[in-house]
């Protein structure tokens, strides 16, 4: 892995875009105090280097909720019977696959994975857990934890 430096101004323009990446590169120019050109150019080389992975937009699952129903949210702890790196890549990518999977984490001690996946309803929920977890042999334990409220959710990388 090649080594990256980055530099105050560097630093300014991740955090900014990790709080709105939709702004246009005139409006984050002025916010960080650099010209647009540059500004420009140094969002590319932070693209180029891996730093920024992708934008996305931020869903609100509660104003959702009126137009599709509400959904179930739960945070999932996964062990297999077996941990050599062969099952734990083979359940990694089949769980990553699944459209109903929010998050998964590699984890150590307890279980080996923590899930957070979302479904329609228990059905939903029901069907995600006989695709998942049931039909895979080498899963042996399951607990979930289901959401009642989410008070905080973000994916900003402290800088300071």
């Given amino acids: 892995m090649e ?6 101004i560097d630093l300014k323009l991740l955090d900014a875009l990790q709080n709105d990446a939709s702004q246009t590169n005139q409006r984050l120019a002025a916010e960080v105090g650099i010209s647009p050109p540059t ?11 891996g730093l920024i992975e992708r934008q996305v937009a ?18 999932v702890e996964i062990s297999l019977d077996r941990q050599d790196a062969a099952a734990l890549d083979a359940f990694e990518a089949r769980v990553i696959a699944d459209d109903a999977v929010q998050q998964c984490w590699r984890v150590s001690p307890g279980p080996d994975f923590v899930l957070v996946v979302v479904a329609r309803d228990m059905p939903g929920y ?35």
């Fill in 3 to 8: 080594s990256i430096t980055l530099d105050a």
């Fill in 39 to 49: 500004c420009l150019r140094r969002v590319q080389r932070l693209r180029q280097e």
């Fill in 58 to 75: 931020l869903l609100s699952p509660d104003r959702l909720a009126t137009v599709l129903g509400h959904g179930l949210q739960a945070v």
């Fill in 126 to 160: 029901g069907a995600l857990t006989q695709r998942l977890f049931t039909a895979d042999a080498n899963v042996r334990n399951v607990k979930a934890f289901f959401s009642l409220k989410r008070a905080k959710f973000g994916a900003r990388v402290p800088l300071g």
